[in-house]
């Protein structure tokens, strides 16, 4: 249902699914398959905004043969700092097995074919898979928003947010330029991660900003020291494929070899070296046969070099790091069910916008596992509110409701928690650089150490409390205010928890406690805005759900 104001559109649905990712779109699909009524809302166009759309990405496809599946489970469990959960990683392979089938069969995906006429079905082209999900959801009679950013979460009643029952969310259509409300049974959470503007490829929509309603509304998260990922880029584009970089040689300024770059640990080679020089890059061990293969995998990789004549392959090029925090680190929302529930009735979260410790533990990258968990989380998380919804039966739409937006929308106008608070005319630009200036930075989040961690967050508190206070902008402004705070919210997130792991594990590696500690083999949660607090885990989410077809 809809309905036109002077002021709001109002809608209604049974689940309202936020982000029209791979997650986003495969929770829309099956809340629809489980007969909810369903809107799906995304900052940019389904199909083509976030990081899957502009790019090839690797699968964890694994065939359903108990050999291969442990060796797949066993592969990444170290490099992760064995906070992984065995179950969970079982869950995620039979569900995305089931789910890639289901795109060759159902939406035809053109997977290529081996030397026998058998699909090869590890990897998917970012436009072809989106542009194919996008057809999927429109003939499963989803409503979709497009350019309807969501800009916070409405929750049932007058209580405290703490205690929060989430009935729906609001946003604003940037092209109708009006705001709109959606009283809905359940949301699902698929907004994607953080990458802080960086300027990564299919990034400038993760700007974390589910994390944050996920957090005004009472939520926790977890993993949030995971969150330091950097990709390597040459240095005159934002295109990533750091595993093509497995192929190159890298080089100082005056021509050596930089030795170690080309390791398990050589971001932090590279990093170290770009504080004081340029880095270059020849991608040189590859055969012509993989070349090929590259450029078949990957066209819009090469596009940059082709247009200023620059064969990757023989010329020398200089690459930096782009910061890519949440989008491939493994931080963000806590799951607390096998449906990917929050702590929050009738919240859910799935794709970036959740952690992927339960699969990953401390460390991920890029493609394969975050693809497999994108489409496992978002089946499940789309049945899980489908189910919670059909639960309320006709008082899911016609719930009372109140807001529970904050920062960048409702400014307290004065101090909060002791912080001297100053008048200010700062707008959603100046508190953006003024994160960036203490995430970005590689001697302050990638190679962390204790003594400018802490000044750094010390930095990051003092900004959020200005912004808590003073910010607030007008029509389309809110959404770039909610993601100034959103990002300010996810810094300061990750900075505490990096804090509170005194040893290196996973991605999070600490210069003044470099060896893994085995009193800290937990995962931490961490909440709260004005206050951030962080303590350890006590037990995961029982995976027993079945797999979802």
């Not at 739409?397 to 100053?422: M, N, Q």
Request: net charge neutral.
């Amino acid at each position: 249902m809809t309905e036109l104001t002077d002021d709001v559109t109002e809608l209604s649905a049974d689940v309202l699914v936020a982000g029209g990712g791979p997650a986003g779109a495969w929770a829309a699909i099956k809340a629809a398959e489980a007969g909810a009524d369903v809107v799906l809302a995304d900052k940019g166009y389904l199909g083509t905004s976030g990081a899957t759309a502009s790019a090839g990405t690797g699968v964890w496809y694994v065939e359903p043969e108990p050999a291969a599946r442990e060796a797949a489970m066993a592969g990444r469990e170290s490099l992760g700092g064995h906070l992984a959960d065995r179950e969970w990683m079982a869950r995620v392979l039979d569900q995305t097995y089931a789910n890639m089938n289901e795109l060759a069969e159902i939406s035809r995906y053109p997977f290529p074919e081996d030397e026998t006429g058998r699909q090869i079905r590890r990897g998917l082209q970012g436009p072809e898979y989106m542009r194919r999900m996008r057809v999927r959801v429109r003939r499963a009679g989803v409503r979709v928003l497009d350019h309807s950013p969501i800009t916070e979460l409405l929750a049932e009643g007058t209580g405290p947010s703490a205690s929060a029952v989430v009935a729906g969310a609001a946003g604003y259509r940037i092209r109708d330029d009006r705001p709109f409300r959606v009283r809905a049974g359940a949301v699902v959470l698929a907004t994607g991660g953080c990458a802080f503007l960086s300027r990564a490829l299919g990034c400038d929509v993760n700007t974390g900003d589910g994390a944050l309603f996920a957090a005004e509304a009472g939520a926790e998260l977890s993993g949030m020291e995971f969150s330091n990922a950097y990709a390597i880029a040459p240095a005159f584009t934002s295109v990533t494929k750091t595993a093509f970089y497995s192929f190159a040689t890298f080089y100082r300024a005056d021509g050596t070899v930089l030795e170690g770059a080309g390791s398990r640990r050589g971001r932090s080679v590279i990093a170290r070296t770009l504080l004081s020089e340029p880095v270059l890059c020849r991608i040189d061990q590859a055969t012509p046969e993989e070349q090929r293969a590259m450029r078949l995998a990957q066209a819009n990789f090469f596009l940059p070099f082709d247009r200023q004549g620059i064969d990757p392959f023989t010329d020398l090029f200089p690459v930096t790091l782009l910061a890519e925090g949440t989008v491939r680190g493994t931080g963000g929302i806590r799951i607390t069910g096998p449906d990917c529930a929050t702590s929050v009735p009738g919240l859910y979260a799935a794709g970036d916008a959740a952690t992927r410790e339960l699969i990953c533990g401390g460390f991920t990258g890029g493609g394969s596992h975050n693809a497999a968990w994108a489409m496992s989380s978002g089946t499940w998380a789309g049945q899980g509110a489908a189910r919670y919804a059909a639960g309320l039966g006709g008082r899911a739409r016609t719930r009372s409701v109140r807001a529970l937006g904050e920062a960048g929308l409702r400014p307290s106008g004065t101090a909060t928690s002791g912080h001297t608070h100053r008048v200010s005319h700062a707008g959603h630009a100046d508190f953006v650089a003024a994160v960036q200036a203490e995430v970005l930075p590689y001697d302050k989040n990638l190679l962390r150490h204790g003594d400018r961690l802490a000044p750094a967050l010390d930095a990051l508190d003092r900004t959020w409390h200005e912004l808590r206070g003073t910010l607030r902008e007008d029509g389309a402004g809110i959404v770039r205010a909610r993601s100034a705070a959103a990002m300010a919210a996810h810094a300061r997130w990750m900075y505490n928890a990096a804090l509170a792991r005194t040893e290196t594990r996973g991605m999070h590696k600490r210069q003044d406690t470099p060896d893994q500690d085995p009193a800290q083999h937990h995962r931490l949660i961490t909440g709260g805005l004005d206050e951030i607090w962080t303590r350890p885990e006590t037990a995961a989410p029982a995976p027993t759900q079945a797999v979802a077809s």
